[in-house]
């Protein structure tokens, strides 16, 4: 059974930082891309960022959020810096077991439940 574990979520304010984790089961952790999605309420699931051999982020975060895995614990981090109001969004955590990086959310095979960030102003 494949598991996919998002923590670190929050309430925080404009500016501060957050870290999200995925704790993963049930697939070979170091053959799947693994990314992160966004979305907020009234808006369509939108590419954070993903990361394999390389990494990919969407152009909102580029230089505030840093994704990275750690193959011996089978999980995918999302640090996040300098928040802002906008950033607010339920995160997903996804894996797919495609060889290279992708920004749409149909090319990922599992996805975890998702955590919520909510960054006030």
């Known amino acids: 059974q494949v598991q996919l574990v998002e923590s670190g979520g929050g309430l925080v304010q404009a500016g501060d930082s957050l870290r999200l984790s995925c704790v993963t089961s049930?697939?070979?952790?170091?053959?799947?891309?693994m990314a992160w999605f966004r979305q907020a309420p009234g808006k369509e699931r939108e590419f954070v960022a993903a990361?394999?051999?390389?990494?990919n982020y969407a152009d909102s975060v580029k230089g505030r959020f840093t994704i990275s895995r750690d193959n011996a614990k089978n999980t995918v981090y999302l640090q996040m810096s300098r928040l802002e109001p906008e950033d607010t969004a339920a995160y997903y955590c996804?894996?797919?077991?495609?060889?290279?990086?992708?920004?749409?959310?149909?090319?990922?095979?599992?996805w975890g439940q998702g955590t919520q960030v909510t960054v006030s102003s």
């Open positions: 990361a394999r051999l390389v990494t």
């Open positions: 996804a894996a797919s077991r495609k060889a290279g990086i992708s920004w749409y959310w149909d090319e990922y095979n599992y």
């Open positions: 049930g697939i070979i952790f170091s053959m799947y891309s």
